[in-house]
């Protein structure tokens, strides 16, 4: 009889990884996982985020990251279960896509990241702004009084003006960035829906990439899928091994491969 306080260690999709006795059969359950179940969610998340891209090498070559990012750890979890639980699955493929994306996106757009982590910090900190998800699963932001409306404004509507903010400040530290918007909610007048609030950010501040060439349309859209995972600790051991792992996993594919 299993033991009800012993953790979990995994879920049923890895069982034929832990009982495989030989070589080729662990070959199989591997195949198995990555085919079968890692490779549809790893394409389906790909494919929302970089939508509109027209760029299959990205989508591609996140996919072989991700890829080799699953099997370092699935072969970890062969060697040591219970050191390198996953006690779900599709979960950590989730999880492990997101932070392949994140690191592409950072790559890609530091300086907005650099901006959307700032912004965050500070809704989250100081106690006179609120972030939070509503009913309808949308991130909204504000003054801490407006923290119980779950309703927000569209501040991308023509009667919001918001030239004498680009006018007057100027984003250089938390100061700053704390003086933006509060003069955005004094507009607003109501809460406002975090990417809106990030885009419109870009513009009064005046935040540029140099190194973004010929997709300038795709960069508001792919804002909004810019994440921090720094607070991710799954993710930090992961990073620390996964150079020394990646060489290993390529040396044992296949010739043509």
């Not at 932001?141 to 404004?153: A, H, P, R, T």
């Not at 975090?194 to 501040?205: A, D």
């Not at 300038?216 to 091994?241: A, G, M």
């Amino acid at each position: 009889m299993a033991d009800p306080l012993r953790p979990q260690i995994c879920d049923q999709l890895l069982q034929p990884l832990i009982s495989a006795s030989s070589d080729s059969d662990v070959e199989k359950a591997l195949t198995s996982l990555i085919q079968d179940h890692a490779r549809p969610l790893i394409i389906g998340i790909l494919k929302q985020k970089f939508s509109g891209w027209g760029d299959a090498d990205c989508i591609d070559d996140l996919q072989s990251d991700a890829t080799l990012r699953l099997l370092a750890r699935l072969r970890q979890f062969r060697q040591n279960p219970e050191e390198y639980s996953i006690w779900n699955f599709r979960d950590y493929v989730v999880t492990t896509t997101g932070g392949v994306c994140a690191t592409y996106l950072r790559s890609r757009f530091p300086n907005r990241c650099r901006l959307r982590n700032s912004l965050m910090y500070l809704l989250t900190r100081d106690p006179s702004f609120f972030l939070k998800e509503n009913q309808s699963g949308i991130h909204i932001c504000g003054l801490s009084e407006w923290k119980k409306s779950d309703e927000f404004v569209d501040i991308t509507k023509e009667n919001f003006d918001f030239t004498k903010i680009r006018s007057t400040t100027g984003y250089h530290n938390a100061s700053s960035l704390r003086t933006v918007i509060t003069e955005i909610f004094a507009v607003s007048q109501a809460p406002v829906e975090l990417n809106e609030l990030i885009k419109l950010l870009i513009t009064v501040l005046g935040v540029q990439e140099s190194a973004i060439k010929n997709k300038p349309e795709f960069e508001n859209k792919i804002l909004e899928h810019i994440s921090d995972n720094r607070n991710n600790p799954e993710e930090s051991v992961e990073n620390l091994q996964f150079l020394r792992k990646m060489w290993d996993e390529v040396k044992q594919l296949p010739v043509n491969q």
